[in-house]
């Protein structure tokens, strides 16, 4: 296949969808990749690039030369070139720049003016607006004339003299009218505008949340300066996602399957380091008691299960708390009944687990005492586990810091911290 | 607010999206919840209901006059109501039916023929379709005189003379060509059809890679029996991030905010349960080495780092490679290539961690061989800890089990299990 064969390949990608082709890219392995990329070079569209993860976006930008660029560019809507503007060095953004209409650079350099991850870096220029007065007629002989519609719109937005957005019909709406009908009479129930400087995050939840399609965007004097469509929101909501289950299972950095072993290495090393620290904070706690644990090895043995019981029941907790935050479930209003729900939850499993434990460690020892000491451990550490894990995201959610991020660690301290604790700390007292 | 004032709380939800007045309903205590609906009760609409979590639904729905019910349920789309009669008691699913339109009923029941969780059951029966040979003015005006179009549409359907959606069009581009164009000659490239059959996941993915934003689907024969539009296909892949994460994070059953304490306390007991099986199978491999504690205590302060660091390394290998499996990019053309890589950064991140770990072991208890002991057991178990990562996930998969769900616990037993061993196990080798 990669047999230096151009058009053969060109007939193998030319029925594939771009989302497919980069795909392609994505998973051949880099010296295949750079081959790949030399042979297709001109055949790489625009809707390609954008398909590709930003690691490896800016290697196959690299690749190809300033023509083949310019041309793929062309092609796309202001929100596109936007995103594949934001990673590149300096000079591969002046290439691309050099390549656009005077208006559609203006337009690109505008959304860039924006902060990263707002509406105004999400929003494409590409719309269609009728001033709030015209009917149903007006508006379809203004789109039949018009040369730059969008590729993609679902409503078009009723303005005021001002250019401010007043409303919205959908495209629906107006077919199925007559062409006198006024399209104020048409305007959609749920109508939302974001400014541009909106965050990215709320204008996905948003779309999710009202079932949006297609919104506009404003700017500072609330005049209508672009659009935001579902596929955008779409592509935020999924790399949210993405980002909080990495973060969640303790993969920092942005991760991806094409990352060299030295990158991704790094992206976890910090993590694992945070680790270290706890780990060793859980054994100074264990070394206090090493004297009770020469005089009986058998709390050796069982302090891990105490330990890791707690870290699975405080991660649970953690997890739906996490994610309860994320989707606006979990509020200041109904926190404190919340927490009294996990506490009570880890209260219940505490005492069923220390049960089944206790039983475990009677028979495998021999010694009731040290059964005794097992259940009342576990208890109390579960017991914590739920409460760090509820607390622990809110905590951290309060004072604005990501608590996908940093929950882990925390919790995970506190279940080892109070396991090996309360364990070695009730076997010290009772049983010797 | 809720002291009995009827007209005050109309008011109050009246401007509410139904989705913000689902949150509400979602966020208030029990009692709270069973007063509002009985206040609000004819103000409780399809959408309402719609946006309501399934456990609660059934609750809200019970609360509700058979009338309210009926009247709830006629404005809403054929999906909607697939949908809230999924979990729905044999009963009131009856009621619910009668109080349909006799189309609209069979619809509905022909919809509920298909298995759970597949295309058929996620489509609407309001579409709007048109022979293939028609032109834009045909199908603008055979909109205007249609009553009943679907809420919301993004494309008509072209259908051959057999009922087989063979392309599609959207509205801005009927909107914007003149009345004599051949409908033909604008249909979309991108066109997917979706066999009734085929499961929520693939349609979702479908969406989510090629940008869809409503795709026919059809039955046996290929004839056009719906439509899926993006918003279903947003609500699946929300779905199943939600349940990736809570999976990932040990929480079995579907889990929200407003289960019980006795509801969420089941629902995590199963994976309770499992890793209580997997600690006790670690303490058996302690206990092997329980004569090698008694004689040096200090290994039973490290062993719980070994374990630990093996843990989280394996927890992030496994997040990724979980992710990896859902969004596609892992498949089994590049399995070897990451399962190598991520072995490689296992590999190096545990000589990273070893030596740092050796080195706090040597200030700590100023024992040399202890410190290349723990070095080289973290070594090993980080090692390990990669491979059990990305193959565990892998296998599972191949054997058709959810790996979100399943990978944690085999993964945590394959760390804990090697970390000990080899901690353990070099130091009874090289220390005594």
């Not at 010296?31 to 055949?43: K, P, Y």
């Not at 910090?270 to 009770?292: E, P, Q």
């Not at 000491?373 to 208890?379: D, N």
């Amino acid at each position: 296949l990669e047999a230096e064969d151009r058009d053969q390949l060109f007939e193998l990608i030319e029925p594939l969808h771009p989302a497919d082709v980069a795909d392609l890219i994505e998973q051949i392995n880099p010296a295949e990749r750079r081959h790949f990329v030399e042979l297709a070079g001109e055949r790489i569209g625009g809707a390609i690039l954008s398909e590709l993860e930003e690691g490896l976006r800016e290697e196959v930008i690299g690749l190809l030369g300033p023509e083949v660029l310019a041309e793929a560019v062309r092609d796309l809507d202001s929100d596109d070139v936007v995103d594949l503007l934001e990673d590149l060095e300096e000079e591969q953004r002046r290439a691309i720049l050099g390549a656009l209409d005077a208006p559609e650079r203006l337009a690109v350099q505008k959304s860039l003016t924006y902060p990263e991850y707002s509406a105004g870096r999400l929003m494409q220029r590409e719309l269609v607006m009728a001033p709030e007065h015209w009917t149903v007629g007006q508006a379809i002989d203004h789109m039949r004339e018009r040369e730059d519609l969008p590729s993609q719109f679902y409503h078009v937005f009723l303005v005021d003299p001002k250019m401010r957005p007043v409303g919205n019909v959908t495209l629906g709406r107006i077919m199925s009218s007559r062409r006198s009908v006024a399209l104020k009479d048409l305007v959609e129930e749920v109508f939302r505008v974001f400014p541009a400087t909106d965050s990215e995050t709320d204008v996905a939840y948003a779309f999710n949340q009202y079932h949006l399609i297609s919104a506009p965007v404003v700017d500072e004097s609330e005049r209508l300066v672009g659009m935001i469509t579902i596929d955008d929101a779409m592509a935020v909501l999924d790399e949210e996602h993405e980002e909080d289950i990495l973060r969640l299972g303790g993969v920092v950095e942005e991760a991806s399957l094409s990352d060299t072993v030295l990158q991704a290495a790094r992206g976890r090393a910090t993590w694992l380091f945070v680790n270290l620290l706890t780990a060793i904070f859980a054994s100074i706690v264990i070394d206090l008691f090493a004297d009770t644990i020469d005089q009986m090895v058998a709390l050796a043995v069982l302090m891990p299960i105490v330990a890791s019981m707690g870290g699975n029941a405080g991660t649970q907790t953690m997890t739906v708390a996490v994610r309860s935050i994320a989707t606006r479930d979990l509020t200041a209003q109904n926190a404190l009944r919340v927490t009294g729900r996990e506490a009570a939850v880890g209260g219940l499993n505490g005492v069923l687990f220390g049960l089944v434990m206790a039983g475990v460690a009677a028979v495998w020892f021999g010694v009731p005492m040290l059964a005794a000491v097992i259940a009342v451990a576990m208890i109390l550490t579960q017991f914590a586990a739920a409460l760090g894990g509820i607390g622990i995201p809110i905590l951290l959610d309060r004072v604005g810091i990501d608590p996908a991020l940093a929950s882990g660690p925390f919790v995970t301290t506190v279940t080892d911290v109070v396991g090996f604790f309360t364990f070695l700390g009730l076997a010290s007292l009772v049983l010797l």
